[in-house]
């Protein structure tokens, strides 16, 4: 006897970004795509525990990764470093970049943002993903609007990017944030 069984998955839903992370001085955006499912249901920016973000900020910004949440983000505000992500809304099962239907995709209003932050120097996309969709929405805006702005394309925090060690990471992100 010969029995096939289909599973039929339900439609993926939309997920939600959070609110932006940000002081009048902040002069370091970080941008991220979508926080990952971890995040979402923990209602936290890079919240798991293999994500190196809190690690790098540590390194780079003095930001303890014991502290909690709440403090951890008041001293990166007191860093003068903003968080969001470029994307308000998409459709993703899963938490992965590469399952991100980008058709679905609605971005975050980016430029109203950094007009209340005029002190933003540098906008860090916490990887590729966070990149070309920061350019598929405002490149030529942010080119023309925003001209001093340095955008960056800073390799991935995710636990999903493991083909970076935290070392080299570490390094690429020491750079972009290095006063120049």
Request: proline letters at 8%; aromatic letters at 8%; hydrophobic letters at 40%.
């Amino acid at each position: 006897m010969n029995v096939r069984c289909s599973i039929s998955s339900a439609a993926a839903e939309a997920v939600y970004s959070f609110p932006p992370v940000a002081r009048a001085d902040a002069r370091v955006l970080i941008l991220g795509s979508m926080p990952g499912g971890v995040s979402l249901a923990a209602g936290q920016y890079y919240a798991h525990p293999q994500n190196q973000f809190w690690p790098i900020m540590e390194r780079l910004c003095g930001v303890r990764r014991s502290l909690a949440y709440p403090a951890r983000l008041q001293a990166l505000q007191q860093q003068r470093v903003a968080l969001w992500d470029v994307l308000q809304s998409c459709v993703r099962p899963g938490s992965l970049d590469a399952a991100i239907d980008h058709g679905s995709a609605l971005p975050n209003d980016l430029p109203q943002l950094l007009r209340g932050l005029p002190g933003v120097e540098r906008v860090c996309c916490n990887g590729t993903t966070a990149y070309r969709t920061l350019q598929r929405f405002f490149g030529e805006r942010l080119r023309r609007d925003f001209p001093h702005l340095q955008c960056l394309r800073l390799p991935s925090t995710s636990p999903a990017h493991a083909s970076v060690p935290l070392a080299g990471k570490m390094l690429v992100w020491e750079a972009a944030f290095r006063d120049e």
